[in-house]
């Protein structure tokens, strides 16, 4: 099946469509992997309405890529970005291909990795939504929201440094400090969820066991492209 890539940041998208490049080649053979085609609005046209907090046409952008993509022939669709989810639920029933959805290929991750508690990372919009809550919750699973102040120098730091390819030692030891504090609550793992957290952040230098939201939809959409009829 040919996958389509609805692109946030520039630096997501592509950990995304290297992920599943390079799963491709493991399963297929040196070089191969599923069809792939990627659309990306720029980042500042879905600011605009994330400052407003205006999910609807957050979502309409998300449409926008979605005919265009789907024109370009391809079946399925992802999003290699957490925060845009909360506009995919009002445009998904108009969509023109299925979407597959990040937090639900987390949480099902998470339930099969036997983790109770995780902790989530992400935008302060990110974590204040309840994309996450709502895919854990349905798998019995507990969250921990990190506090208002760790939610905005997280999010500085996404939005500042990580969407812009910066990488900085003071960025790692902030995420570092969250996941730490996320531990002390009780937390046996955390989400990454911003598609560029995990640039900077994996179960090597991490507290706490990480699902990789990038790598893990990235993943999934191998196993959707090549699962057969």
Known sequence: MHIGIVAG????AALCYRTIVHEGAKRLGPW???????????LAEYQVFV??????????????????????????????????????AFIE???????LHIAAVVAGEARSRGFHRVGLLGTKWLVASEVYPQQLSARGLAFVRPSDADREQISRYIMEELVNGIFSSES?????RVITRLKDQGCDAVVLGC??????ISDEN???????????LARAAVDRALAKP
């Open 9 to 12: 940041s520039a630096e997501g």
């Open 32 to 42: 191969a992997h599923p069809r792939v085609t990627l659309d990306s609005i720029p």
């Open 51 to 88: 400052d407003r907090g205006d999910w609807p046409q957050v979502g309409e952008l998300l449409l926008r890529s979605a005919h265009t993509l789907a024109a370009a022939g391809v079946d399925f669709l992802i999003l290699p970005d957490n925060t845009f989810h909360q506009g995919l």
């Open 93 to 99: 029933s108009r969509s023109p291909r299925p979407w």
């Open 172 to 176: 790692i030891a902030c995420h570092q």
């Open 195 to 200: 598609t560029e957290i995990p640039l900077i």
């Open 206 to 216: 991490s507290p706490l066991p990480t699902l990789d939201s990038t790598r893990l």
